[in-house]
């Protein structure tokens, strides 16, 4: 399989309070084209920062992040920047829309950047989108007017209007009821099925046991993995048990 994210030997630290702390220890990961990868461990452990790494939404101390044929570790902030509004989307647990805007237009937002000439076709693109995730009707809504889930989906809607090659989630069903988790996931689903490389950051075992492969790390460091496969028929309730019992084996 082609990979899509390689991350070699990364390194991340921060300073608090004049203490270094070390987040992500000689960490590699490598992501493959049309996967779908959850991340578990406990608070703390750096399921976060990893993401935010290899993303390029953070530096490295040391290591190396590829993306494609992109040198994540040696591109400068413009460069990041464009690599991730054009080639990337991300689902957040507490979705970051402009009060002001509708919801429609906060899902067309990231893109006017690169097709300032092309509002109309990126709002029909928007409202198929919205359409598609089952809130086709909240298009002219304001934030504060629609549910968490509801919200929740139009993130998903932003995160695909640029049609990236990777969707990253942090947490993006932490704040929600567990209905309206499985419907976030669902379209998670749907979209790796249709090709797009998903990676997830999450506590939830349910969510992690609808990923094919499913990454624990703990301290910094990814000390174990478990190989679901492909979701298709298989009972999810068997596939929370195995990732439940892993990630007891990893807290001990």
């Known amino acids: 399989m082609k990979k899509i994210i390689d991350g070699q030997r990364i390194h991340k ?52 992040v590829a993306f494609i044929h992109h040198n994540l570790t040696e591109c400068g902030e413009a460069e990041l920047a464009d690599i991730r509004r054009q080639q990337m989307g991300f689902v957040f647990q507490q979705p970051a829309f402009l009060k002001n805007l509708t919801i429609i237009d906060n899902i067309i937002l990231p893109s006017m950047r690169d097709n300032r000439k092309q509002v109309k076709a990126l709002t029909n693109k928007a409202q198929q989108l919205l359409e598609r995730t089952g809130i086709g009707d909240l298009a002219d809504r304001m934030t504060h007017q629609v549910s968490g889930g509801q919200l929740q989906r139009a993130g998903i809607c932003r995160a695909l209007i640029n049609e990236p090659k990777i969707i990253f989630g942090d947490e993006p069903t932490g704040a929600l009821n567990s209905k309206s988790a499985q419907e976030i996931m669902d379209q998670f689903l749907q979209t790796n099925q249709e090709g797009t490389t998903i990676m997830l950051v999450t506590h939830d075992a349910k969510v992690a046991a609808q990923s094919e492969r499913v990454l624990f790390m703990k301290d910094g460091q990814i000390v174990d993995e478990l190989q679901l496969g492909k979701l298709s028929n298989q009972a999810i309730e068997n596939r929370t048990e195995r990732v439940t019992k892993k990630m007891l084996q990893v807290e001990m």
């Open 13 to 64: 630290s921060f300073t608090a309070e004049k203490e270094s702390i070390k987040v992500l220890r000689d960490v590699s990961v490598t992501i493959y084209e049309g996967e779908f990868i959850a991340v578990m461990g406990p608070s703390g452990s750096g399921k976060s920062t990893l993401l935010y790494t290899l993303s390029g939404m953070d530096t490295v101390d040391s290591g190396k």
